[in-house]
């Protein structure tokens, strides 16, 4: 048994540990998201702008952490912008959902149209 | 020699330990043919009394499938689209044609989903909290079934066993606001719908095309 060997050893030993010890990193920073959706379910406590301020954290959050935000985070502020009337900002993110998750494009799509035909309705 | 039948003593109990609790691994075969990408959560039918339980359950269901891979539709956007159209009871989103639901909002699959336990029960020594949710993968191009699979937790759990799971999985609300929104239930509830769900689970999803592990078999198919 040389030191050379016990050292080899060691390390294979270490690796192992280290392999079964690691924890998947997660995919994407969620924050808070599914705790302000649940807010905005239960529609008390905690108004729409309060929730918009939290996503906006989430999303700076994730960007200094230099992690992807988790899907439908862009799409779910987009829609609280809408309920607010802020349209332009709504649509932004709807937008940014669909390019993020271009597995969204279609419903993000049928979204969009949707207001731009109840503003076209607003404005007859 | 003594050391040597210990060992094997100790390994057979072991063995057993890790046997006894794992039911047959899930047939993935359909799952696999389907590759969906997306997944649209429907709204959950509640057999519980509990008013808040599927907007608890819906809001925690979204992190074990996208961690798995997928794209998962945001939740109150779609509730809120069911809504908009009409459908304000689970049951008849439920009984929606899937290829009406693809056609809107382009998902490759939807869950199926109902609650059968949610909150509190005083049992004789002390009070529980439990969760315990059923879910069925459907592909919304074949309407075909692509997954099933059940799950629970419960706060007994942290009473239990010492070994912090679930305080692991629930993340305290970073943003003091929020912190009168959370409940009890809500946070049973993450830690159901990630047994029930994330492809690192025994017999929970495949991983989707999103996960550096896509094309990897998961637990309950390795041997």
Redesign the interface.
Known sequence: MTFKSIIAGASVATLLLLAGCKT?E???Y?????????????AE??TLE?QIS?MQ?LIATAHSKGKPV????H??L??LYFETGNTALGAEHLNT?KQL?P?????MD??LNQSQEGRNEAAQ | MKLLSKLAVIAAIIGLGGCVSMPDPYDYSAFKAADPKSVIILPPVNNTPEVIAPYSVMSQLVTPIAESGFYVFPVAVTEQTFRANGLTVAQDVHSVDPAKLHDIFGADAALYVSISDYGTSYVVISSETRVTVTAQLVDLRSAQVLWTGSASASSAETQNNNNGLIGMLVQAAVNQIFETVTDRGFDIAAITANRLLHAQGYNGLLYGPRSPNYGQPVASQKK
Do not use: R
Not at chain 1, 30 to 42: E, I, L, M
Not at chain 1, 70 to 73: E, F, K, L, Q
Not at chain 1, 103 to 107: D, Y
């Open positions: 998947t997660p995919l994407y969620h924050g808070d998201y599914n705790t302000v959706v649940y807010s905005y379910f239960k406590d905690v309060e939290a954290n988790a899907p439908g985070v799409g779910h987009g829609m959902e998750f597995e969204s494009a279609k419903f049928f979204l």
